[in-house]
């Protein structure tokens, strides 16, 4: 298979649909989000012309001029990166997901954007202070603090697997979490996990968002 955009595009879908099937899932079931930080917008419409629908991006300066170069490509957009709580209401004008809430003050802030917003609890599994993601033991209190908005759907729960850890183990964790935030929320039952490396073994553990750079994208053109 020749190495283009429409060809690493294609042949993520055949492992996601493989996999799917593998743990006796339906592939509808499971949104790819092709995250595009430092690529171009064009590399974005070429995206779409191959029948992407879902973008994700981490950083809000790159990705407000994207989405302005894009306003004609009907695609929906998702953040995915770490957010600050004064740019919250900038970032909520031209995305419709947000995969990072971490903290209630960042709660707060998109309760004040005038439409709906699907959001994401961000757990960190990791021990590194200062990381992005809510320790595990204050989902809950979040998850009440986005239940008490009247714009904000909770959807679930979105995590990164560590550098070098076991992915599986690290995504059962997260299913855990996911068992009690749902006695909680019955509706917030969907799981953003898995990446370019680990999005198998997301699949198997019932991961509904998928967020894929570069085994898309391919390498990136710059990273500073």
Request: aromatic fraction near 4%; include cysteine; glycine fraction near 8%.
């Amino acid at each position: 298979m020749e190495d283009t955009l429409a060809a690493r595009w294609s042949a993520v879908q055949q492992q996601v649909t493989a996999a799917a099937f593998e743990a006796g899932r339906a592939p509808e079931d499971i949104t790819t989000i092709v995250v595009t930080k430092f690529h171009p917008s064009s590399l974005v419409r070429e995206l779409a012309q191959a029948g992407v629908q879902h973008v994700g991006e981490n950083r809000h300066q790159e990705a407000v001029t994207k989405h302005a170069e894009l306003e004609d490509v009907p695609l929906t957009w998702h953040f995915v990166g770490q957010l600050q709580s004064n740019k919250a209401k900038a970032v909520a004008h031209y995305c419709s997901v947000i995969h990072s809430v971490d903290r209630s003050s960042l709660i707060q802030s998109l309760a004040q954007v005038e439409k709906k917003l699907d959001v994401f609890l961000e757990v960190n599994l990791t021990d590194i202070p200062g990381r992005g993601g809510a320790e595990p033991g204050d989902i809950l209190t979040l998850a009440e603090t986005v239940l008490g908005t009247e714009n904000l759907v909770l959807r679930g729960l979105m995590a990164v697997a560590p550098v070098g850890a076991d992915p599986g183990r690290d995504f059962d964790r997260v299913v855990a979490m996911s068992a009690e935030l749902r006695e909680l929320a019955p509706e917030a039952r969907d799981l953003s996990l898995g990446m370019s490396g680990d999005f198998v073994e997301a699949i198997s553990r019932g991961a509904t968002h998928l967020r894929i750079g570069s085994a898309i994208t391919g390498k990136r053109p710059n990273s500073t």
